[in-house]
């Protein structure tokens, strides 16, 4: 075998071996994958081969939580290249690797690094690969090597042009210059020119990590952190349609964890935190199941659904049990670290400061693990807190320790307010007010408490906004202020009712009874708490007006669920609609800070979602469910969802037209009882009665608009035919792509007769369809021909055809199959020209093997000839050698013939011939 041969051959057995590994990494197989990746590895024989199986190994073990192992591959890969690193570099190290950035990047900026030209040399690409791979281990076993990976990927990118790689090195370098060295706008330009990379150049394959990280670890230290969602949720997109697991399952906690620091309806937060548990679950990435495990637990206690408000321990978490094994496993540090920023702040709320302290102190020796995690945000500011309350019962020594760590965290705090107010001024605010509480500077701390309201207010952090109000209200009544207290508490609790923290709601309850019945600030939204009096006979006729007056379903649907959440005084309400058999969610409406908030949904309709009990008894009855008050005892008080989310006003209202159950309204309330009176029910019910007929009608309109779009899309593109004709054989009316297909004019129309377009040989068939015509009024698609112009034919497919008998004409729609046909015909001409080649190659094959066969004996007989001629040709010739050149001349030609003989028998197809097997 030839050298080339080999390398082919080997090459083709690598790749096999490389997919089958894939193949069963991607299907969770990760046992077999983990073998044949690791037998692969001793196989590879050049850079590039090395990088891909070092990539796909490190994904392996990255999931499997062995990050160590996953750092091992990566650094025995780059040890092939030279670059011996240790896996736990000096910070010397790292630092150095990052001034070479500023010192390659010169006087350009970084916005010029988009126009650096692609990268081409193979082993930096590879090399590039494996460090994208290195990042997320290292980042979980050591600060320096994480610094270090990425700032090596993008001074590879500076030296040798850019690349897919060189994105996700741009943005995870926001990751570093920022938390780490201080630069945080020169993150976010690095960051958003990793963006534009993708943006701009196509470089896409690390798209889903790109945007993951943009998102996660750059936007929230300069911009909004909910301006981090969009690219979540498009790295989630794009990380399901490559098929990458971890990225899919990194980004699904991410984005609860988003959702979680921005101050979301908590409902909403625990299902998007249990979707990317279930997800982390199916692909058994171990790493981020702990993650998101430990996020419900604090949810599912903020929620009032654990049995002890502030810890997590119910029948799906053990706290005691995931403590014990982080403790010993060091390479869950990262996890363990997020972990312990959960627990403090469940124990913060739950007022329990000491363990709240000691958990953050947990967490503060593996900070480095989260470094640019949003959860560091939260480390500092309920770490503070947390302090803050502790200082008022301390002894001297530990008060003074907590005053050293409270400005410690403020300082960290301050110094993120100023690159980002949006989001840390109002955590900046609330630690500085508990700082001049705490030194007794009375005018500072109210001053701070009402910027830390205002900013938290003005930004949607509902959850900090009912904190500071809390923290206000204790304030207040330590200086003797009780009406004042009274009125922050107030805030406070519904502040945490809006943000569905009903287990602190019941804590703030037990401790303030009066809270219970205190009304909902008239300020705070103006559908709760109005009087019915303003719902006027004009205010009705309007809404009315509005719900009928709209034909466009999507539109309608918000339409009808604002007005329902006006007029009803709800919180929040679901439009559920029937496309099948079973009910489904067509949309979510909220009461958001200055407006109702409408979110057009197709998901099933959940007992996670609404009480189903309730729903089920609607359907059923077509009768209207109301529950004054939710808490007291009830026909429904068995629901799981009653149980669970404490709603106080349910309000489920059937959508009807002429019998038929159209939709249903579902409202609630979970600020106050009696909320749905009998005044606003008559006129949600009115407003029913139009919005099922509006309903209705929309959907008739979606779908014929839906088919009309469908059909002008096709008659645009002149993809189809359309043909208008009677059966005195006129063309009434056609499109332009039908006169294409026949090579007639529109103004040959007139004199066009269907009946002389079509070739004789398929009149027959024309007759068929017609009779099928007039029996049905429609008939089954068909080919057939029609003549051109020129007199050459067309091949076209009569995909429909319709009669209208009040009108005596018919519609067709015609295919032209001129194209299908050529292509049809290029396919036979192949078949037959491999099945020639097949043909020639066999006899060539076969030709070459007989003559091989046969030029063994020829050879022989001549060279047998030459000896025997030597010996007759000598002074006294060799009479008996020449005889027994003779004898084997002899041998040798039935030799030959016996091949062509075996030869002929083989062709003829004989049956086999056994002779015995001599051996010499």
């Given at each position: 075998m030839s050298e080339d041969s080999w390398d082919r051959r080997h090459e083709l057995t690598?790749?096999?071996?490389?997919?089958?590994?894939?193949?069963?990494?991607?299907?969770?197989?990760?046992?077999?994958?983990?073998?044949?990746?690791?037998?692969?590895?001793?196989?590879?024989?050049n850079t590039v081969e090395r990088a891909t199986v070092a990539c796909l190994r490190a994904d392996l073990y990255t999931t499997l939580d062995q990050s160590s192992r996953a750092i091992a591959v990566g650094l025995d890969y780059l040890r092939h290249l030279a670059i011996d690193w240790s896996p736990h570099p000096t910070e010397e190290v790292a630092r150095r690797e990052y001034d070479r950035i500023w010192s390659q990047l010169g006087s350009r900026t970084i916005e010029d690094l988009i126009e650096l030209p692609f990268m081409s040399d193979p082993s930096s690409l590879a090399t590039l690969d494996v460090l994208t791979k290195l990042g997320p281990p290292s980042l979980q076993t050591d600060?320096?090597?994480?610094?270090?990976?990425?700032?090596?990927?993008?001074?590879?990118?500076?030296?040798?042009?850019?690349?897919?790689g060189s994105c996700f090195a741009y943005v995870r370098l926001g990751m570093v210059a920022g938390p780490r060295f201080g630069d945080y706008q020169a993150g976010f330009r690095f960051g958003r020119l990793g963006h534009d990379l993708i943006e701009q150049r196509g470089l896409t394959r690390f798209q889903a990590r790109t945007y993951m990280s943009f998102g996660t670890f750059v936007l929230p230290w300069t911009r909004h952190v909910r301006a981090g969602r969009d690219f979540l949720l498009r790295a989630l997109q794009a990380a399901n349609k490559t098929g990458d697991l971890n990225c899919a399952a990194y980004s699904g906690g991410h984005l609860a964890t988003n959702l979680l620091a921005t101050g979301d309806p908590l409902v909403n937060v625990q299902r998007e935190t249990e979707n990317a548990l279930a997800f982390a679950q199916k692909t058994r990435f171990g790493f981020v199941i702990d993650i998101t495990a430990t996020q419900l637990g604090l949810i599912r206690t903020l929620r009032g659904l654990t049995p002890r408000f502030g810890s997590f321990d119910d029948g799906q978490f053990n706290e005691l049990g995931i403590e014990r094994r982080f403790a010993r496993s060091p390479h869950l540090a990262h996890a363990a670290c997020r972990y312990w920023i959960r627990k403090l702040q469940a124990r913060f709320f739950a007022g329990e400061y000491a363990a709240a302290v000691e958990a953050s102190s947990g967490a503060q020796s593996l900070l480095w693990t989260v470094v640019s995690h949003f959860e560091t945000a939260e480390y500092h500011f309920y770490g503070a807190?947390?302090?803050?309350?502790?200082?008022?019962?301390?002894?001297?020594?530990?008060?003074?320790?907590n005053v050293e760590a409270l400005t410690a965290h403020h300082k960290q705090l301050q110094a993120w307010a100023d690159n980002c107010p949006d989001n840390f001024e109002n955590r900046a605010a609330l630690v500085g007010a508990e700082i001049a509480r705490i030194e007794g500077h009375d005018i500072n701390a109210m001053r701070l408490y009402e910027d830390a309201i205002r900013s938290a207010r003005a930004n949607g952090f509902i959850h900090n906004e009912a904190l500071a109000n809390e923290l206000a209200a204790r304030f207040y009544a330590a200086c003797g202020f009780e009406k004042m207290a009274r009125v922050y508490l107030q805030d406070a609790r519904y502040g945490y009712l809006r943000w569905g923290a009903d287990g602190k709601v019941r804590q703030l309850e037990q401790l303030h009874p009066y809270l219970r019945d205190a009304l909902v600030p008239a300020s705070r939204t103006a559908t709760i708490g109005g009087p019915v009096e303003r719902l006027d006979v004009g205010a009705v006729l309007k809404a009315a007006q509005a719900v009928s007056g709209e034909i466009v379903l999507d539109e309608l649907i918000k339409t009808l669920l604002r007005i329902a959440i006006e007029h009803a005084g709800a919180e929040r309400g679901l439009l559920i609609l029937f496309p099948g058999d079973e009910p489904r969610i067509a949309a979510e409406a909220t009461t958001g800070p200055s407006q109702v908030e409408v979110t057009l949904r197709q998901t099933p309709a959940s007992p996670a979602e609404l009480p189903e009990s309730v729903l089920q008894t609607v359907i059923r009855t077509r009768q209207s469910v109301i529950l004054d008050d939710a808490?007291?005892?009830?026909?429904?008080?068995?629901?799981?969802?009653?149980?669970?989310?404490?709603?106080?006003?349910?309000?489920?209202?059937?959508?009807?037209?002429?019998?038929?159950?159209?939709?249903?309204?579902?409202?609630?309330?979970?600020?106050a009882s009696h909320v749905f009176t009998p005044a606003r029910i008559s006129v949600l019910e009115l407003l029913a009665s139009q919005a099922a007929i509006s309903l209705e009608n929309a959907r008739l309109y979606n779908d014929l608009r839906e088919r009309e779009a469908r059909i002008r899309r096709l008659v645009d593109a002149n993809i189809i035919g359309i043909v208008i004709w009677d059966f005195q054989g006129r063309?009434?009316?056609?499109?332009?792509?039908?006169?294409?297909?026949?090579g007639y004019a529109r103004e040959d129309l007139a004199s066009l007769r269907w009946t002389e377009l079509t070739p004789a040989e398929?009149?027959?068939?024309?007759?068929?369809?017609?009779?099928?015509?007039?029996?049905?009024?429609?008939?089954?698609?068909?080919?057939?021909?029609?003549?051109?112009?020129?007199?050459?034919?067309?091949?076209?497919?009569?995909?429909?055809?319709?009669?209208?008998?009040?009108?005596?004409?018919?519609?067709?729609?015609?295919?032209?199959?001129?194209?299908?046909?050529?292509?049809?015909?290029?396919?036979?001409?192949?078949?037959?020209?491999?099945?020639?080649?097949?043909?020639?190659?066999?006899l060539g094959e076969l030709a070459a093997s007989i003559a091989h066969e046969v030029n063994q004996p020829l050879a022989a007989i001549v060279a047998n000839a030459e000896a025997g001629l030597r010996w007759l040709r000598r002074r006294i010739p060799d009479?008996?050698?020449?005889?027994?050149?003779?004898?084997?001349?002899?041998?040798d030609g039935n030799r030959a013939s016996e091949v062509i003989r075996r030869v002929r028998a083989l062709a003829n197809k004989t049956s086999l011939e056994k002779v015995p097997f001599q051996r010499h």
């Amino acid at each position: 075998m030839s050298e080339d041969s080999w390398d082919r051959r080997h090459e083709l057995t690598f790749a096999l071996e490389l997919q089958r590994g894939e193949c069963e990494f991607l299907t969770g197989a990760l046992a077999e994958a983990e073998q044949r990746l690791a037998a692969l590895s001793s196989r590879a024989t050049n850079t590039v081969e090395r990088a891909t199986v070092a990539c796909l190994r490190a994904d392996l073990y990255t999931t499997l939580d062995q990050s160590s192992r996953a750092i091992a591959v990566g650094l025995d890969y780059l040890r092939h290249l030279a670059i011996d690193w240790s896996p736990h570099p000096t910070e010397e190290v790292a630092r150095r690797e990052y001034d070479r950035i500023w010192s390659q990047l010169g006087s350009r900026t970084i916005e010029d690094l988009i126009e650096l030209p692609f990268m081409s040399d193979p082993s930096s690409l590879a090399t590039l690969d494996v460090l994208t791979k290195l990042g997320p281990p290292s980042l979980q076993t050591d600060a320096n090597l994480f610094s270090l990976v990425i700032c090596r990927a993008v001074n590879l990118s500076l030296e040798g042009g850019n690349c897919d790689g060189s994105c996700f090195a741009y943005v995870r370098l926001g990751m570093v210059a920022g938390p780490r060295f201080g630069d945080y706008q020169a993150g976010f330009r690095f960051g958003r020119l990793g963006h534009d990379l993708i943006e701009q150049r196509g470089l896409t394959r690390f798209q889903a990590r790109t945007y993951m990280s943009f998102g996660t670890f750059v936007l929230p230290w300069t911009r909004h952190v909910r301006a981090g969602r969009d690219f979540l949720l498009r790295a989630l997109q794009a990380a399901n349609k490559t098929g990458d697991l971890n990225c899919a399952a990194y980004s699904g906690g991410h984005l609860a964890t988003n959702l979680l620091a921005t101050g979301d309806p908590l409902v909403n937060v625990q299902r998007e935190t249990e979707n990317a548990l279930a997800f982390a679950q199916k692909t058994r990435f171990g790493f981020v199941i702990d993650i998101t495990a430990t996020q419900l637990g604090l949810i599912r206690t903020l929620r009032g659904l654990t049995p002890r408000f502030g810890s997590f321990d119910d029948g799906q978490f053990n706290e005691l049990g995931i403590e014990r094994r982080f403790a010993r496993s060091p390479h869950l540090a990262h996890a363990a670290c997020r972990y312990w920023i959960r627990k403090l702040q469940a124990r913060f709320f739950a007022g329990e400061y000491a363990a709240a302290v000691e958990a953050s102190s947990g967490a503060q020796s593996l900070l480095w693990t989260v470094v640019s995690h949003f959860e560091t945000a939260e480390y500092h500011f309920y770490g503070a807190l947390s302090r803050a309350a502790s200082c008022d019962s301390a002894p001297a020594a530990e008060r003074q320790h907590n005053v050293e760590a409270l400005t410690a965290h403020h300082k960290q705090l301050q110094a993120w307010a100023d690159n980002c107010p949006d989001n840390f001024e109002n955590r900046a605010a609330l630690v500085g007010a508990e700082i001049a509480r705490i030194e007794g500077h009375d005018i500072n701390a109210m001053r701070l408490y009402e910027d830390a309201i205002r900013s938290a207010r003005a930004n949607g952090f509902i959850h900090n906004e009912a904190l500071a109000n809390e923290l206000a209200a204790r304030f207040y009544a330590a200086c003797g202020f009780e009406k004042m207290a009274r009125v922050y508490l107030q805030d406070a609790r519904y502040g945490y009712l809006r943000w569905g923290a009903d287990g602190k709601v019941r804590q703030l309850e037990q401790l303030h009874p009066y809270l219970r019945d205190a009304l909902v600030p008239a300020s705070r939204t103006a559908t709760i708490g109005g009087p019915v009096e303003r719902l006027d006979v004009g205010a009705v006729l309007k809404a009315a007006q509005a719900v009928s007056g709209e034909i466009v379903l999507d539109e309608l649907i918000k339409t009808l669920l604002r007005i329902a959440i006006e007029h009803a005084g709800a919180e929040r309400g679901l439009l559920i609609l029937f496309p099948g058999d079973e009910p489904r969610i067509a949309a979510e409406a909220t009461t958001g800070p200055s407006q109702v908030e409408v979110t057009l949904r197709q998901t099933p309709a959940s007992p996670a979602e609404l009480p189903e009990s309730v729903l089920q008894t609607v359907i059923r009855t077509r009768q209207s469910v109301i529950l004054d008050d939710a808490s007291a005892q009830n026909p429904f008080s068995a629901d799981v969802y009653l149980c669970q989310t404490h709603v106080r006003s349910v309000l489920c209202l059937p959508l009807v037209k002429q019998a038929k159950l159209i939709g249903v309204l579902y409202l609630e309330n979970n600020l106050a009882s009696h909320v749905f009176t009998p005044a606003r029910i008559s006129v949600l019910e009115l407003l029913a009665s139009q919005a099922a007929i509006s309903l209705e009608n929309a959907r008739l309109y979606n779908d014929l608009r839906e088919r009309e779009a469908r059909i002008r899309r096709l008659v645009d593109a002149n993809i189809i035919g359309i043909v208008i004709w009677d059966f005195q054989g006129r063309i009434v009316e056609t499109n332009q792509a039908f006169l294409d297909m026949v090579g007639y004019a529109r103004e040959d129309l007139a004199s066009l007769r269907w009946t002389e377009l079509t070739p004789a040989e398929w009149r027959d068939v024309d007759d068929q369809a017609f009779a099928e015509l007039k029996a049905t009024g429609t008939s089954q698609p068909r080919e057939k021909e029609y003549f051109r112009k020129d007199g050459s034919r067309v091949p076209v497919l009569v995909a429909r055809a319709i009669f209208e008998w009040n009108r005596d004409e018919g519609v067709a729609f015609v295919f032209d199959l001129t194209e299908r046909k050529h292509v049809e015909g290029a396919l036979r001409d192949a078949q037959t020209n491999l099945a020639h080649v097949a043909r020639v190659t066999t006899l060539g094959e076969l030709a070459a093997s007989i003559a091989h066969e046969v030029n063994q004996p020829l050879a022989a007989i001549v060279a047998n000839a030459e000896a025997g001629l030597r010996w007759l040709r000598r002074r006294i010739p060799d009479v008996d050698a020449a005889c027994r050149s003779m004898e084997w001349i002899i041998d040798d030609g039935n030799r030959a013939s016996e091949v062509i003989r075996r030869v002929r028998a083989l062709a003829n197809k004989t049956s086999l011939e056994k002779v015995p097997f001599q051996r010499h």
